[in-house]
């Protein structure tokens, strides 16, 4: 690896690389395998050797990543994808928000989960590179549309239900960093109303309510590991937003047949297979995991529940029951 290093072949390899990207008029079989043959070398040297990750990181950075993570040989992606993986660290991460290409970077990694999922180097690059930088997250979710949201979103969830270590217990070695599931809560106390439209149709495609209801997915899972996530009990606002969405589902339930009723219809409800089914469930559960030891949030949500749900909320929040799995 450092003698081919040395010599100068990782700046010709990635040189041959742009070359062949460029070529028409070749056969698609013979452009790929050279493609392929290219990625499998510079992934070789970047194995365990931090000083080939840096020249390869130097010189491929982002024009040849971006030209092959968009490449349609799919192997050829699957190299890329596996080379980026492997040159990443912690400050390269930080290039992709200094460079004026790093986050169409990281957008175009998240489509390639969207339409390739089996490509496990691209979901791995989402959930063990790009979710420890925050601020790359906040950064791509801005500019990803609502299916790669989705996307992004349901990879998240995967993480947070990976089995961690029973010494973790310090949100800083969350398998997500603690910044960025703040940043979903604030994404999912301005966006949570669009779940309202499921009241009125039986679209179970509205993209925007689908948003709403994987970030409540998360919210939930991470307030059920009390230990690493109790900060977002003090999340300025969430309580009051999911006891406020509650009243509004639970008022939608009232007016007409709809999923948000209290017994459907067999119209509305001819599967359980509507992505919104048990909402309200949810909410409560979010709403007892932020009260939970939180005496703050206790009288919140009495004070705020009293009016429209009665005892069926003050027996969650009781300070005796613990957090809600």
């Known amino acids: 690896q450092n003698l081919i290093r040395n010599v100068g072949l990782v700046q010709l390899a990635t040189q041959i690389l742009q070359v062949l990207h460029r070529l028409k008029g070749f056969q698609e079989d013979v452009l790929s395998a050279a493609f392929r043959c290219g990625l499998q070398f510079l992934g070789n040297l970047a194995t365990g050797n931090e000083e080939s990750q840096g020249v390869i990181w130097k010189n491929a950075f982002p024009d040849m990543f971006l030209n ?6 799919e192997k050829a992606v699957a190299y890329c994808c596996m080379v980026l993986f492997s040159c990443l660290s912690a400050e390269r991460t930080d290039d992709l928000l200094t460079h004026d290409r790093g986050i169409e970077l990281v957008k175009t990694v998240v489509n390639i989960c969207r339409t390739e999922p089996e490509l496990d180097w691209a979901c791995l690059l989402v959930t063990d590179q790009f979710l420890k930088c925050p601020d790359v997250v906040a950064a791509v979710y801005t500019k990803l549309n609502n299916r790669e949201r989705i996307t992004l979103l349901d990879l998240i969830t995967a993480k947070l239900n990976e089995k961690m270590p029973s010494s973790v217990t310090a949100s800083t070695d969350a398998s997500v960093p603690m910044r960025v599931v703040q940043f979903l809560a604030e ?3 301005e966006n949570c109303k669009a779940v309202l439209g499921f009241a009125s149709a039986i679209d179970e495609e509205d993209e925007e309510a689908l948003i709403v209801i994987r970030l409540l997915d998360i919210l939930c899972e991470t307030t059920s590991n009390h230990d690493q ?8 606002g969430l309580v009051e937003t999911v006891v406020e969405l509650l009243r509004r589902t639970h008022l939608a339930g009232k007016q007409n047949r709809n999923i948000f009723s209290a017994s459907q219809s067999s119209a509305v409800t001819d599967t359980i297979t509507h992505p919104a089914m048990g909402f309200k469930a949810h909410l409560i ?5 932020l ?3 939180n005496k703050t949030n206790q009288d919140k949500v009495r004070n ?3 009016k429209f749900v009665g005892k069926a909320v003050f027996s969650i929040v009781s300070k005796k029951r613990p957090h809600i799995d």
């Open 187 to 189: 994404c999912f106390k």
């Open 229 to 236: 996530f109790i900060h977002l009990q003090n999340s300025p």
């Open 68 to 73: 092959y993570l968009k490449c349609s040989d």
């Open 285 to 289: 559960r979010l709403i007892g995991n």
């Open 291 to 293: 009260c939970y030891g």
């Open 304 to 306: 705020l529940t009293k």
